[in-house]
């Protein structure tokens, strides 16, 4: 359960952080449009992308935490 809840947590965290990225770089409302929050201004594919990518990379991080860990179990994983 901690590879899961840790991709979702970095998944949201990111989500927020995307958002300020017009304000972060001078130059990106310019060269391309700012990303809003959780790439909401990129349409419904890309908000999904990003949230289900990063719950995957929480699963296979705490899977492969899980196997060099055998005594946590594969539910370090989920």
Do not use: K, Q, S
Request: avoid cysteine; proline fraction near 5%.
């Amino acid at each position: 359960m901690v590879g899961m809840f840790a991709g979702a947590v970095h998944g949201l965290l990111g989500g927020v952080v995307v958002g300020a990225f017009a304000d972060l770089h001078p130059r990106m409302p310019d060269d391309v449009p700012a990303p809003g929050v959780f790439y909401r201004h990129y349409g419904r594919r890309d908000v999904v992308t990003f949230l289900v990518g990063h719950l995957w990379f929480g699963l296979v991080a705490g899977t492969v935490y899980a196997f060099l860990h055998a005594d946590l179990g594969l539910d370090a994983a989920i």
